[in-house]
């Protein structure tokens, strides 16, 4: 007759920490210490503006006051979503061609290095040449449209994602890449499964450095010639000198860096959970 086995409490191992998984409360008490710094100094930064606008220490017509500013906020959110959107398409846009035409030049550059020589000097040539001296050379060629800016928007953001990947593609362990060659893996076979993987960390290192220089580049090639996007809006305000205007286009502008910049770290934590800079006692992310 056979007897019924019921489950015991599980041992632990000696010599095997174990680690439970976090509740929602301990989830929410980590995203709150973490979080609360920033968003102490961001409101001490907005006391002291609405301070010196209320003191009148500065002009109005220099510095408004963030009741002014959340007006043209609330009063003309149509007019400035509108623009917020085209921004941030070209911003997207760019960004997206950037990552893909810099990780295949990346894999490029490290499976030859005939590429690499010829290749990477005309990189670092592209990028200290400032950008905002060869937009306009851009809008002559390519019209008042979109392509002028996604273009610039691609230049920006296209370095930091080359340098990353290139680095994390080199930095992979010799004695794995040796492993798989004894054990008859093919090239392709060896870059899936072992040197993209292992470079994807310093992949996303370039990427949220990409993402907000890529607001920069299409925010670059607005000013330089365009009729839509908040560039244009922020050119318009300071022609006109209205002030609001310019403060709210600018917040709108550097919300969308942060918001892009957030949405990648979430990626990059949802996608290496296993690496040491999503740890609990790293303190470089946002959340």
Request: glycine share 8%; aromatic share 10%.
């Amino acid at each position: 007759m056979s007897q019924s086995v019921m489950p015991g409490p599980t041992k632990e191992i000696a010599g095997v920490a174990t680690r439970n998984r976090p509740g929602a409360g301990e989830r929410f008490g980590k995203a709150v210490e973490t979080s609360w710094r920033p968003v102490a100094l961001l409101f001490a930064c907005f006391v002291a503006w609405w301070a010196v606008a209320a003191a009148e220490l500065v002009e109005p017509y220099l510095v408004p006051s963030p009741g002014a500013t959340l007006d043209v906020l609330t009063g003309q959110t149509s007019y400035i979503w509108e623009h917020t959107w085209v921004t941030t398409y070209e911003t997207l846009l760019g960004f997206v061609i950037a990552v893909v035409v810099g990780v295949l030049a990346a894999v490029v550059m490290v499976y030859s290095s005939t590429v690499e020589k010829t290749l990477y000097p005309i990189l670092l040539f592209a990028q200290v040449v400032p950008k905002i001296a060869i937009a306009p050379l851009f809008v002559v060629w390519l019209g008042f449209g979109i392509t002028p800016k996604v273009l610039i928007a691609v230049l920006i953001a296209f370095f930091p994602v080359v340098i990353s990947m290139v680095t994390g593609l080199k930095a992979v362990d010799p004695e794995m890449l040796q492993l798989s060659a004894t054990m008859g893996a093919k090239p392709w076979q060896t870059f899936v499964k072992i040197r993209f993987p292992a470079s994807l960390p310093h992949l996303f290192s370039g990427l949220k450095v990409a993402v907000t220089l890529a607001v920069t580049g299409a925010v670059v090639g607005e000013f330089v010639g365009a009729n839509e996007g908040l560039g244009y809006v922020i050119l318009q305000a300071n022609g006109n000198l209205d002030t609001p205007m310019l403060f709210a286009g600018l917040l709108v502008m550097s919300l969308i860096g942060v918001v892009l910049f957030v949405l990648v770290e979430i990626a990059e934590k949802l996608l290496l959970p296993w690496h040491a800079s999503r740890r609990d006692n790293n303190v470089t992310t946002s959340f």
